[in-house]
């Protein structure tokens, strides 16, 4: 294992996440950035909302849409996110009872808004239609999902508490994600990613995260969701019992 591995692993182990640099040289992040601006463009011209104020659109589920026009653009964003390099970046991340294979969910294009900024609610992509927190919490505890993505313009938008992945709430970490102010500036410990165009960055997907949406500066960063394991929906339960 090189020491560049090893260093992700171990900042993914301790922080869960961890920033490639120049992942991407100026002609891959063009050559990118025309495939998902396709997408994007055409999107954009069929509906008022996704694409203006959504955080981002999917491309894969709605891949025939906006992709009708340009099928080479869907192959160039698929090659990549099955990459032998992403996965690579992924390999050693998931919990070894899971297996090394990533499973991928779908890949999705962050833009900027074109109408208002807004602030995103801070969340572990794991409660997403998971009402019981307990149930959450198991899932948490025993599967690993993670996010790749490529800014194709400098971002900033992603925040994330480090370490959160590998544990549980604090009680304050709970009252902000599951309760009524989703939104505040006042989560603890929370950093920002910055990331700089044709950078990359692998997080898990169980970390508290938000972004916020913002009109200017423009915001184009392709994101690809990936699973190991599958879940078991037993509610969680403290070792040993
Ligand atoms: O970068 C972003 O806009 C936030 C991404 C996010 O919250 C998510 O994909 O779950």
Redesign the pocket.
């Given at each position: 294992m090189n020491t560049s591995t090893r260093d992700r692993l171990d900042a993914f182990r301790a922080r869960g996440f961890f920033v490639v640099p120049a992942f991407l040289d100026a002609e891959g992040r063009a050559e990118l950035r025309r495939a998902c601006d396709a997408a994007l463009l055409r999107t954009r011209a069929l509906s008022q909302e996704t694409g203006h104020s959504t955080?981002?659109i999917s491309l894969f589920t709605d891949g025939m849409v906006c992709f009708q026009d340009d099928p080479r653009a869907l192959e160039l964003i698929a090659a990549l996110v099955g990459s032998p390099r992403v996965c690579e970046l992924l390999s050693g991340l998931a919990r070894p009872e899971e297996g090394d294979t990533p499973r991928l969910k779908d890949a999705?294009y962050?833009h900027e808004q074109t109408g208002r900024d807004w602030d995103?609610d801070w969340?572990r992509?794991s409660q997403l239609g998971q009402p019981d927190p307990e149930i959450e919490r198991a899932v948490v505890a025993t599967t690993t999902a993670v996010?790749f993505r490529v800014a194709l313009e400098d971002d900033d938008?992603?925040e994330i508490v480090p370490g959160s992945h590998a544990r549980w709430d604090t009680l304050e970490e709970l009252r902000i994600r599951r309760g009524a102010d989703r939104a505040t500036p006042d989560m603890p410990n929370a950093v920002r990613v910055a990331l700089r165009a044709g950078d990359a960055c692998v997080f898990h997907?169980w970390s508290i995260?938000?972004?916020t949406?913002l009109r200017e500066p423009p915001r184009r960063?392709l994101?690809a969701?990936y699973a190991f394991g599958r879940p078991t929906l037993r509610r969680w339960a403290p070792p040993g019992t």
């Open positions: 955080p981002r999705h962050y995103g969340h992509d996010h938008r992603l997907a995260h938000r972004a949406y960063t994101d969701l």
